[in-house]
């Protein structure tokens, strides 16, 4: 069965960075194409990132571009999502997530 | 990008009840669409892709179909457990978007 567990969600000012891991079991992350999403409270879900299966492509949504960077580490079977110049928009539940299967989430507060 | 907009974008609907759900794309996204539900302070669960394949454990009550730019979600027989917010979710082009979302309540 695949799990997806993320963590790295924290209370972060302006300007500050943060770094979010998503672990996965029962399947390879660094074979498979992962995806991050996000919500921002009472609002709808937005996809944010992408890395291809292969490594090699890497996505990310306009907003986020040049300040956010999607990675994996074999060793950990674990995706990352490495923030930083974090905005006040940028506040949301951030989820990983893989062929159909979610995480359940890790909350990034960015506020002064 | 790809607009998906959903209709409605909320809906009342009794135990038993049969529902449809509309997700209409900006240009045509081929069969590249999946619906989600997700329950208050959880993640989101997707019950279909590719139009009209459901996830393993979804039950039979629940029908996506469409073809180009419409598409829908039946749920036959609604039951007390399907009473949450439904997204469409288009993976044709980046960015992937999804629409508003159908928060589906019990009358």
């Known amino acids: 069965e695949v799990q997806l567990v993320e963590s790295g969600g924290d209370l972060v000012q302006p300007g500050g960075s943060l770094r979010l891991s998503c672990v996965g079991s029962?399947?390879?992350?660094?074979?498979?194409?992962m995806n991050w999403f996000r919500q921002a409270p009472g609002k709808g879900l937005e996809w944010v990132s992408q890395?291809?299966?292969?490594?090699?492509?890497?996505i990310y949504t306009e907003s986020v571009t040049g300040r956010f960077a999607i990675s994996r580490d074999e060793a950990k079977n674990s995706l990352f999502l490495e923030m930083t110049n974090l905005r006040v928009e940028d506040t949301a539940v951030y989820y990983c997530?893989?062929?159909?299967?979610w995480g359940q989430g890790t909350l990034v507060t960015v506020s002064s | 990008d790809i607009q998906l907009t959903q209709s409605p974008s909320s809906l009342s609907a009794s135990v038993g009840d049969r529902v449809t759900i509309t997700c209409r794309a900006s240009?045509?996204?081929?069969?590249?669409l999946g619906w989600c539900q997700q329950k208050p302070g959880k993640a989101p669960k997707r019950l279909v892709y590719?139009?009209?394949s459901l996830e393993g454990g979804v039950p039979s009550r629940f029908r996506g179909s469409g073809s180009g730019t419409e598409f829908t979600l039946t749920i036959s027989g609604l039951q007390p457990e399907d009473f949450a917010t439904y997204y469409c979710?288009?993976?044709?082009?980046?960015?992937?978007?999804f629409g508003q979302g159908t928060k589906l309540e019990i009358k």
């Open positions: 997530s893989t062929h159909g299967s």
């Open positions: 240009q045509d996204i081929r069969n590249d």
């Open positions: 979710l288009q993976y044709n082009s980046f960015p992937y978007t």
């Open positions: 590719a139009v009209s």
């Open positions: 890395i291809s299966g292969s490594g090699t492509i890497l």
């Open positions: 029962g399947f390879t992350v660094s074979t498979n194409t």
